[in-house]
């Protein structure tokens, strides 16, 4: 029971979101993310000056995309994941780094290691970590 | 005082013993973060991979934040209190996380081509949905790892006792 007023109060916040969304298109600001050309490509460079008798370059960013309808996982593309955890790798090691550098710096301004909460207790709730 | 990690001694099955709650917390935590990073893999998925991913990712998300309501609002509450500047931190993470999220996935069933056609619901090409939904993916990849980041030491810990691996711990016998 809980957890169903929990989860109306989750969707109440889900669609005052979606809500803010829509005032958004309807405002000027929307041309802040509309891509103007109502397909799944983001926008690239414009008014590009070509110079004659150049031949024409390959269409990187239709690359792939264009070509991946309803045909299931591609493992020619899995660059594509790769690309993804590297992105989200690099971020959470840089955090993490940071974090434990931090941790170090109060270590050693309060001159000795600070004290290791027991290991073997009990896991404790996601909620007394955040 | 010299100090050395090493592999503490093996702790009793009975103080290993992880709450369910804590277990559906892991998993569900690890579900969401793989399936979201394979989803923003367009290329990788393809079309109708990605847009019911998007949609199981979505119901999963209003579970997520459901199971960790009563975080939201007593870090809410006490935001302009005592709370230490990490928490603010995870807090304002969580609130750009949450409303990038809902509108990634919002827009992705506005603008589907796949999964709706199947519910039989036809849906136009927007361009400000379109632009919406690849906007806010892009800031939700950041926006996630960071959210990750900052409960890395709870999943290190509470993976080591699910997947019963040795922990480390310092001691000061070396």
């Not at chain 2, 804590?22 to 079309?47: E, K, M, P, Q």
């Not at chain 2, 006792?161 to 480390?168: A, D, E, G, N, Y």
């Amino acid at each position: 029971m809980k957890f169903l007023r929990q989860l109306l109060a989750v969707f109440a916040v889900a669609a005052v979101i979606i809500g803010l969304g829509f005032v958004w298109k309807h405002s000027p600001l929307a041309s802040l993310v509309a891509d103007g050309r109502g397909n799944d490509q983001r926008v690239g460079i414009t008014n590009v000056q070509v110079q004659p008798n150049t031949p024409p370059l390959p269409d990187v960013q239709n690359a792939g995309r264009s070509n991946r309808g309803n045909h299931g996982l591609s493992i020619a593309n899995v660059s594509d994941l790769a690309q993804s955890m590297v992105v989200e790798g690099l971020i959470i090691g840089a955090i993490v780094v940071i974090d434990l550098r931090r941790r170090n710096h109060r270590r050693s301004q309060s001159g000795g290691w600070l004290r290791i909460p027991a290991q073997a207790g009990p896991a404790t709730r996601r909620d007394h970590s955040h | 005082m010299t100090s050395s990690l090493s592999v503490a001694r093996p702790v009793p099955a009975a103080k290993r013993r992880i709450p369910g709650r804590t277990r559906v917390d892991f998993w569900l935590d690890i579900a969401l973060f793989v399936a979201f990073t394979v989803d923003y893999s367009f290329n990788f998925t393809g079309l109708t991979i990605h847009e019911w991913t998007g949609i199981v990712l979505g119901v999963a998300l209003l579970a997520h934040v459901a199971l960790h309501w009563d975080w939201v609002v007593r870090t809410t509450t006490k935001l302009f209190g005592t709370r230490a500047g990490r928490e603010r931190i995870r807090w304002a993470t969580d609130l750009l996380l949450i409303g990038a999220m809902t509108l990634c996935v919002a827009s992705g069933v506005l603008i589907s081509r796949s999964a709706m056609a199947v519910l039989g619901w036809h849906t136009n090409r927007d361009s400000f949905w379109t632009g919406l939904h690849t906007t806010s993916a892009d800031i939700c990849v950041a926006l996630v790892a960071v959210h990750v980041a900052l409960s890395w030491r709870w999943i290190l810990t509470v993976g080591r006792r699910i997947l019963s691996l040795p922990t480390r711990t310092k001691n000061a016998d070396a």
